[in-house]
């Protein structure tokens, strides 16, 4: 939509035009591009969001793995340090996590340090849930 502007049209193209002149509504026109507009925004919305990183979203009682920092490890050290419970789901995609067996204190990370943990079977489970009753146990007689 050009306002202000005389058009120049190349001469193989007279012949398809119209020598009638028509009225135009500029209402209808800003309409149209307007319709036009909103139609391409949102087809360059759903494109950018197709290349954005999926969020991994955990709920309270997960296994995660923890990323190590790569100044820490050497070259054959694990990438990821773990397994770590999901206490408590935080705003923004924060989780607070604390190790599997009560040990260390929570720490609160974002989601992309962590990734899931591999599903434990059903000894490892009755393992897991033995170690945290341990735990909890010596944590209620050092009250």
């Keep these: 939509m050009l306002t202000g502007?005389?058009?120049?049209?190349?001469?193989?193209?007279?012949?398809?035009?119209?020598?009638?002149?028509e009225r135009i509504d500029p209402e209808m026109l800003k309409k149209s591009v307007l319709a036009r507009m909103?139609?391409?925004?949102?087809?360059?919305?759903?494109?950018?969001?197709?290349?954005?990183?999926?969020?991994?979203?955990?709920?309270?009682?997960?296994?995660?793995?923890?990323?190590?920092?790569?100044?820490?490890g050497t070259k054959l050290s694990p990438k990821y340090d773990?397994?770590?419970?999901?206490?408590?789901?935080?705003?923004h995609d924060r989780y607070e996590i604390r190790k599997i067996n009560g040990r260390g204190r929570a720490r609160k990370v974002c989601h992309e340090q962590l990734r899931s943990?591999?599903?434990?079977?059903?000894?490892?489970d009755v393992a897991i849930s033995a170690i945290n009753?341990?735990?909890?146990?010596?944590?209620?007689?050092?009250?």
Excluded: H, M
């Design 5 to 21: 502007k005389r058009g120049c049209v190349p001469p193989e193209l007279l012949n398809l035009i119209d020598e009638r002149n």
């Design 82 to 91: 773990g397994p770590f419970e999901v206490r408590k789901v935080l705003p």
């Design 117 to 124: 943990a591999p599903k434990f079977g059903v000894q490892n």
């Design 133 to 143: 009753k341990d735990v909890e146990a010596s944590s209620s007689k050092d009250e």
């Design 38 to 72: 909103t139609e391409q925004a949102t087809k360059d919305e759903a494109r950018y969001n197709r290349g954005k990183a999926k969020v991994n979203r955990f709920e309270k009682g997960e296994y995660v793995l923890l990323k190590e920092p790569p100044r820490l």
